[in-house]
């Protein structure tokens, strides 16, 4: 799938194509939302999932691994370190 077509899913539509396709990378905590990263073909969609509801609120797509750096000062290298 293309980014462009993702973009203009549904609301509905983009839920089931990252459930059912993506592949989930990592999760973040923000004060009122839990981010969930996923993998799609040759992009990445966050699901901001509301804390209280436990429902998706939003989708953004990111299409550089630019802005995956929040995610990536999460992962420890220590082990790869100490050798």
Request: charged fraction near 20%; charge should be negative; proline fraction near 2%.
């Amino acid at each position: 799938m293309k980014l462009s077509e993702f973009i203009a899913l549904s609301e509905e539509e983009k839920r089931a194509i990252v459930l059912q396709n993506g592949v989930a990378i990592a999760k973040r905590n923000l004060p009122d939302y839990m981010v969930f990263l996923f993998q799609l073909s040759c992009f990445y969609v966050e699901t901001f999932c509301c804390h209280q509801t436990k429902e998706i609120q939003e989708y953004r797509v990111l299409y550089s691994t630019k802005h995956l750096t929040p995610y990536l000062e999460t992962i420890s290298i220590d082990h790869l370190l100490n050798t």
